[in-house]
């Protein structure tokens, strides 16, 4: 997928992924609604863990360009009995949030609901529940899409 444009006598090649664009971002950019913040470790490797036995749900928000589509969507954690969503949610109205996918931490989505990012009317943000257990972990997470 590497567009070649030749400028003179340089070449300089699209660097793109073949699977398309990557948003991605490290578990320290999840925060929590629940327990104290005292039972969270955002630790030097950019992982977010639990250190306090505790039913924790975490919070992401993702920014991604208007009207690009989205294709795959991961995250990465320690307990795969865990679950992830991506939603919207309208940013004009308190209706209720949309999933776009969903899965099991560390299991990919391919089939994407609403796939087409609207900025225009509702902001997006994962949701990840059903961490629990001391040092279970968020490593991050990864959306492609395309133009």
Do not use: H
Not at 31 to 42: A, H, K
Not at 56 to 72: A, D, I, M, Q, S
Request: glycine share 8%; aromatic share 10%.
């Amino acid at each position: 997928m590497a567009d070649t444009l030749i400028l003179g006598t340089t070449i300089i090649e699209d660097k793109r992924s073949e699977k398309g664009e990557i948003w991605s971002c490290k578990g320290v950019g999840f925060l929590t609604d629940s327990p104290d913040i005292d039972n969270i470790t955002f630790n030097a490797d950019g992982i977010t863990a639990l250190s306090a036995n505790a039913a924790v749900t975490y919070f992401r928000e993702v920014e991604l360009p208007n009207g690009v589509t989205v294709t795959k969507v991961i995250v990465y954690g320690s307990d795969t009995a865990d679950t992830w969503e991506l939603k919207r949610a309208p940013i004009a109205s308190a209706a209720s949030a949309e999933v776009l996918a969903s899965g099991v931490i560390d299991t990919e989505d391919t089939s994407i609901s609403f796939p087409i990012i609207n900025n225009d009317t509702y902001g997006y943000f994962f949701r990840v529940a059903g961490l629990s257990a001391t040092s279970d972990q968020i490593r991050g997470a990864r959306i492609i899409y395309e133009f």
